[in-house]
């Protein structure tokens, strides 16, 4: 085995303009990319690569410009129906109430993914998934937390992980039991947890389906309190924690998922100072989804000076969900960070890359174009990094390489 893995081709990639992601690198001119068996064995100049022995595969990129492979770090991918006439509804005027009082809101989604199967659901996630890869994502996190029952929330981990069947790219699952109480436990949200959330939480560990533990700390949704009890058993399980917060309110979900050492804390409209100070302190990553700012009409922004004052790695992401942000273009979620919230060009390609991977517990692996990590390429139609940023409505993918196989 030893013997194969060392005489696998060389892969090169020349002739490219490369930004690597590397802390401190700018764009590469004359790029070069080397890997074996998947795995980057250098990145940097041509000039200063070292010379090509045996077997080995040369792609000429025609000076495009090489990214590492996008990652969408938050998403709700899985999940059956739409809501598409709940949109129709809000703009005749309809208010959250009476969409609720309609049989709309999330609910409506448990429903329709209460009734599908594995196999249903991957074939309705399919297309929002193929929408992303088509923008050069390598990597994307997908969240459970609309089947609330043991076996719909394991049907919905069960058909995220098997999307990698069908699909070359990598997938993190995270558990999202604590996304709302289903009807059958309203006024009872203890003895939700008691009944379904932590139990489903127990037997998806056992089945190996969830890679991270999420919830959504809101007045509408689950207490820091309740949220604690979830962190608990995720630590007696061994797995990492994130955590939806200040996205409506000021919950103290940020400062929670600070002190629990979570990967993430998501959203953060409503930060303050020392929620910026806590991420910081724990190398939480603030992941910014301003798809949801965007569909529901939010007007309080995350206060972005603040967490560069504090120098809190920042993350974007789609947060594609049915209800508030049907959003399957990472490309828009860069171009809508940076416009809607100021974040720069740099910002937002670190926001869809290295802190992403940082997000998932991935830097290890992907995020950056160097020595050691998976060969995660994206090759883009352009020539400037800030091109990537600004336009809407414009994919300039030339091809997406993952593990070092061309897709």
Request: aromatic content about 4%; glycine content about 10%.
């Amino acid at each position: 085995m030893t013997d194969s893995l060392n005489t696998a081709p060389i892969q090169a990639w020349k002739n490219c303009r490369l930004l690597t992601g590397v802390a401190g690198q700018g764009v590469i001119a004359d790029g070069m990319i080397l890997a074996q068996n998947g795995r980057i064995t250098y990145a940097g100049p041509a000039t200063d690569a070292p010379a090509l022995d045996g077997a080995v595969e040369i792609t000429d990129l025609g000076g495009r410009l090489v990214t590492p492979g996008l990652i969408d770090c938050h998403t709700h991918i899985v999940h059956g129906g739409n809501r598409a006439r709940e949109f129709e509804m809000r703009l005749d005027g309809a208010s959250y109430v009476e969409i609720a009082q309609a049989g709309g809101g999330i609910m409506s989604t448990v429903r329709a993914t209460r009734e599908l199967g594995v196999e249903e659901l991957i074939a309705q996630a399919l297309p929002r998934l193929d929408a992303l890869l088509a923008e050069g994502i390598t990597t994307i996190e997908i969240k459970s937390g609309y089947g609330l029952t043991i076996e719909a929330e394991l049907n919905m981990l069960r058909a995220a992980r098997r999307l990698a069947e069908h699909r070359d790219v990598r997938i993190v699952t995270s558990y999202l039991g604590a996304h709302a109480v289903p009807e059958e436990y309203r006024g009872r949200k203890q003895d939700y947890l008691a009944d379904v959330l932590l139990p489903a939480l127990d037997k998806a560990h056992a089945e190996g389906l969830v890679d991270a533990v999420d919830g959504f700390c809101e007045g509408i949704a689950f207490t820091t309190d309740e949220m604690a009890q979830v962190f608990d058993r995720a630590a007696v399980l061994g797995l990492p924690i994130k955590l939806h917060a200040e996205q409506l309110t000021q919950s103290g979900g940020t400062k929670l998922a600070a002190s629990r050492g979570a990967l993430s804390a998501d959203h953060l409209e409503y930060i303050d100072d020392a929620d910026a100070a806590a991420l910081a302190a724990s190398g939480t990553v603030a992941v910014l989804l301003p798809g949801a700012f965007y569909a529901i009409r939010e007007t309080q922004k995350p206060d972005i000076a603040t967490l560069r004052r504090h120098g809190v790695a920042m993350a974007v992401a789609t947060d594609c969900n049915p209800g508030t942000s049907p959003l399957t273009s990472l490309l828009l979620g860069m171009n809508m960070a940076a416009t809607l919230f100021g974040l720069t060009v740099n910002e937002c390609l670190a926001g869809v890359t290295i802190n992403a991977a940082k997000a998932l517990g991935l830097e290890a692996e992907t995020g950056t174009i160097e020595a050691g990590k998976s060969a995660d390429l994206a090759v883009w139609n352009c020539e400037a990094p800030a091109e990537l940023v600004y336009r809407m409505g414009f994919n300039p993918l030339e091809r997406r390489i993952f593990k070092g196989k061309t897709l």
